[in-house]
């Protein structure tokens, strides 16, 4: 695991009160399972979990389809037992430690899913296409994962610098909507949400608790006196974020090569 991927596992193993912050993760899980549901699915689809967190998407899918065999999977250990105590063990339903961008799982999923964990992959599209790889014929690979536009405010106020929010770059729509990827279809939605904090210290502290202040190699250390004037800043703008949601449903059309 690289270093970038340890400091990720740590920053959400700290997270101890992630659900109380995690309203906006909250509202795209419910959207994604809603989503997939919607979906051509195979019956009883065998799945496969990137990225669980506490659960959130885990508990909202298992509400919306009757899944065959669910593989649960988080880099984080402590927030893969949160998900574990969450969900109400069934047959077929298995948990392992695992990072997403380096599956140790065999081929022959009919669904993999995964809810705001993608940002956090140092090569986004090639985990996708490791991912599509795993799926059988008409399986579905279904990820939410932030965009660029996200935390614009904040981003405005720090004079356009990412060194407070640290976090990969995220892609834009068009990028992603240019990935291919052999013997499948690709579909991105955009859906724009929006966040109200009491000031910019409570912006801030909402990040320590999801995990989301993870040192990123390109991170600017500012001064004390630039963190107080980006605070001012931002509550000046009304100390409100958005977030750039992708949805990326990628269907496999053919046998995948091997």
Request: proline share 5%; charged share 20%; glycine share 8%.
């Amino acid at each position: 695991m690289t270093a970038w991927k340890q400091a990720v596992a740590r920053a959400f193993d700290r997270a101890q009160d992630y659900d109380r912050a995690a309203i906006i993760q909250a509202s795209v899980a419910e959207r994604l399972a809603a989503t997939i549901a919607d979906e051509p699915l195979a019956p009883s689809p065998r799945t496969l979990e990137i990225g669980c967190g506490t659960g959130l998407l885990t508990e909202a899918l298992r509400q919306r389809v009757a899944t065959g065999s669910m593989l649960v999977t988080d880099i984080a250990p402590a927030m893969l037992a949160r998900c574990r105590m969450r969900i109400e063990p069934a047959h077929g339903l298995r948990f392992a430690v695992m990072d997403g961008e380096r599956p140790a799982v065999n081929p022959g999923f009919d669904l993999i899913v995964s809810s705001l964990a993608a940002q956090w992959f140092v090569d986004l599209e090639g985990a996708f296409e490791q991912l599509a790889g795993l799926l059988r014929p008409d399986g579905l690979l279904a990820v939410t994962t932030l965009a660029a536009g996200t935390f614009r405010e904040w981003e405005q106020a720090q004079g356009g610098s990412h060194g407070i929010v640290a976090t990969p770059a995220y892609p834009t729509i068009p990028a992603l909507r240019n990935m291919r990827f052999a013997g499948c279809l690709t579909e991105i939605r955009l859906d724009t949400l929006h966040e109200d904090h009491e000031d910019g210290a409570a912006f801030l502290r909402a990040l320590r608790t999801i995990g989301a202040q993870t040192p990123a190699d390109r991170a600017v250390i500012r001064s004390p006196g630039a963190l107080r004037r980006a605070l001012r800043t931002f509550e000046a703008q009304g100390s409100s974020v958005t977030y750039a949601v992708a949805t990326c449903l990628i269907r496999r059309i053919d046998r995948p090569a091997g």
